[in-house]
């Protein structure tokens, strides 16, 4: 399943943040996840936190008081057993009928589904995560990714032990990167490819040349149009909001220009709505990536 990140496609694969949630389908759930699958969704980004008596709960840290019913203690703080007898909140602050999944029946509920992308495991007990994916069988459907630092890293330190298991290292400059493949080559880790945030236009990330030459090594390059919190976006001035509320081909057909095999976004739906309209497609066409419209639509259905 793996395999489909670094095969080339007539549209980037998308990423959804999360899953896709709204209404009484509460993020980093089993629900938002198919939910984000059903919308054409090629990979779902989820997040692990450790629970106090070290279980691992599919979980993003400081979330408590926007989604669960009682708020506190903190999830690191709590018991699996309590933490199973709370309740997620809907949208509209009504309370749901279903709780936290521990990551086995997280993983247990998708196996077979589509990718899936491990973040966040540096939060949770690493070696156990890892052996859960092992016991499930289940590496050959799961990227994980971390930052890396120079030195001692828990997560590449665990990663070297599991030659199955694909990595992808979160980097935020170029310098990171260089960072990254050192340290992995140090530790016999191969990289499957990288996520790269951004804040300018002439940032190393954004070059053609460099995206071209990941995809020549094998890897593929995965941008971030994702926004959170009204922070700036993550691929300069390229993310979802733009998109969304602007011409799509100057924000998500840029960054598809440019060649990132994998763009992660909240909004699934419109996004393949752009990749998949005539609009796209002639662009595609114009660039003779494909000799006729008969091609490019095989691709897609292929897809």
């Known amino acids: 399943m793996l395999n489909k990140l670094t095969e080339s496609g007539f549209r980037p694969l998308i990423a959804v943040h999360r899953g896709k949630s709204g209404a009484a389908v509460v993020e980093n759930t089993v629900y938002s996840a198919?939910?984000?699958f059903n919308a054409g969704a090629d990979i779902v980004e989820f997040d692990v936190q450790r629970t106090l008596d070290n279980k691992i709960a599919v979980f993003h840290e400081g979330m408590e008081f926007k989604l669960l019913f009682p708020c506190l203690p903190p999830v690191m703080f709590s018991l699996m057993g309590e933490l199973k007898k709370r309740r997620y909140r809907s949208e509209s602050e009504g309370l749901l009928n279903y709780g936290i999944c521990d990551l086995e029946?997280?993983?247990?509920?998708l196996k077979g589904k589509g990718i899936l992308n491990f973040d966040r495991i540096w939060c949770a007990d690493i070696k156990k995560c890892l052996e859960t994916v092992k016991r499930l069988g289940?590496?050959?459907q799961i990227l994980f990714k971390s930052k890396v630092c120079e030195g001692k890293n828990k997560v590449l330190d665990h990663l070297k032990n599991y030659p199955e298991a694909w990595f992808m290292p979160i980097c935020k400059s170029y310098r990171s990167y260089l960072t990254a493949k050192g340290e992995c080559a140090k530790r016999g880790i191969v990289i499957r490819g990288t996520?790269?945030?951004f804040k300018?236009?002439?940032?190393?990330f954004m070059d053609p040349e460099f995206i071209a030459e990941e995809k020549k090594e094998g890897r593929f390059v995965?941008?971030?149009s994702i926004h959170l919190n009204g922070k700036p976006d993550m691929c300069f001035n390229h993310g979802d909001n733009f998109a969304l509320f602007g011409d799509p081909d100057e924000h998500w057909g840029v960054l598809a220009d440019l060649g990132y095999g994998v763009i992660q976004t909240d909004w699934p739906e419109a996004m393949l709505k752009y990749f998949d309209?005539?609009?796209y497609k002639a662009k595609v066409l114009k660039k003779k990536t494909y000799k006729t419209s008969a091609d490019l639509t095989n691709a897609a259905a292929r897809e």
């Open 277 to 279: 309209s005539e609009r």
């Open 195 to 197: 996520e790269v945030i």
């Open 200 to 204: 300018s236009g002439s940032d190393e």
């Open 222 to 224: 995965w941008a971030n």
């Open 34 to 36: 198919l939910n984000a």
């Open 138 to 140: 289940m590496f050959d």
């Open 105 to 109: 029946e997280y993983l247990s509920a």
